[in-house]
């Protein structure tokens, strides 16, 4: 199946990409990445759209892996979607039976008829045949929209959510620091060393519009890895600041994030917050724990001895938090199916723990809802069978048809975690997604 592939120079690639992603959502199936200009070493795009689906694959745990495999081999073209964090269930001898208010699929791609590609004012349309007559009068279309004004107004959200709905949360304080004493208990024992808990937050009868939701948690993170994703009824707005896992060519790359500190509008008092981040030997221990473990995932489909980290609990700044991000590389044989480099390193170490499979099971009995899309991944394949994911985190979660709004966060315990300090780091991570239902 062929694309028709076109360039074009943007005189303003940031208003046009909001008429862009305004424009997208008259379809069925969108996928909007955006890095928002943050500087990285392994960025291929600043920003992609993927809209309206030709062929798809939507499935449950079950054999997810091989369909996703069969799937692309034989498209062998652009596909998008997510990965759900109960993939688990499909590698490992793991279940799932928490509560679930979004019921998402557990697996879902397609193959977009148009697909948009920006980089610096570059843009490369690449339409399937069957639509390629639509090229220009699109492009045509999205760059004379009304709003294509010098003006910031359609960067702004502009509309407040239609009524107002409570947000609650699903594991009390008591409850939250009782669950943590017993994580603790396993990691005393000796079952693990580190784990990831969360717990969620949600809404029911909650009506919002997802995409000024979703412009108004992008514009307070800035985060690079956000994600505008609508299936018909179900939405994820994502301000993810993580990578999973990229693969370009041989290489494949991995940046787990483990490590937390708030910004501070006082510059003195911010650079200290940095610097105790940097020095803070639990954050770090949390940080090299979970780099052991995407070392041994990588190893797993790598060449022999090419696994390396390029940097270790290294501090980044987003708008909200400061983050120690390591980054783990491995290269791998031409001959390697990008599905083996995935299903072995999935879901990823910094939303599991230590070790995995133990970790993925108490957490499983600790947690009150089934995580979902939240910790799972979403990204794209490319023809050529590189791809690039993300972390699904600082998320919303929505289902327009039964008006379930959810999001989660986490923190990872350690042997030095204190119950009382894991809950205020989870309402630090819950603060820009408050801030933008309330």
Known sequence: MLRTVKSFTLDNPIFFQANLLEWANQFREVVFLDSNQYPQTYGSYDAILAVDSFTSLQTDYFHAFDDLQQYQSQTKDWLFGYLSYDLKNDTEALTSKNFDGLAFPDLYFFQPKKLFLIKDNKIELHYLRLCDEELDSDFEAITSAHNLQPTTHNLQPTTHNPQPFSIQQRISKESYIEKVSKMLEHIHRGDIYEANFCMEFYAEKAIVNPIETYKKL???????????????????????????????????????????????????????????????????????????????????????????????????????????????????????????????????????????????????????????????????????????FNVVIRSILYNAKNQYLSFSVGSAITSEASPESEYEECLLKAKAMFEVLQ
């Open 218 to 388: 992008n514009l307070i993170s800035e985060p690079p890895f956000a994600v505008y994703f609508k299936n018909n009824q179900h939405y994820l707005l994502s301000a993810s600041p993580e990578r999973y896992l990229k693969k370009e060519g041989t290489k494949v790359i991995s940046q787990p994030i483990k490590g937390t500190s708030k910004r501070n509008e006082n510059a003195e008092l911010d650079a200290q917050s940095k610097f105790d981040l940097e020095n803070n030997s639990k954050e770090r221990a949390e940080n090299v724990m979970i780099v052991d473990l995407v070392r041994n995932d990588l190893s797993r489909t790598a060449t022999k001895g090419s696994v390396a980290v390029e940097e270790l609990c290294q501090s980044y700044t987003f708008k909200q938090v400061h983050q120690l991000i390591s980054t783990v590389v491995s290269e791998v044989e031409n001959s390697t199916s990008p599905l083996e480099i995935i299903k072995t390193t999935f879901p990823m170490g910094s939303m599991t723990g230590a070790p995995k499979i133990s970790a993925m099971k108490i957490i499983e009995a600790l947690e009150e809802t089934k995580r979902g899309l939240y910790s799972g991944a979403v990204g794209y394949f490319s023809p050529e069978g590189d791809f690039d």
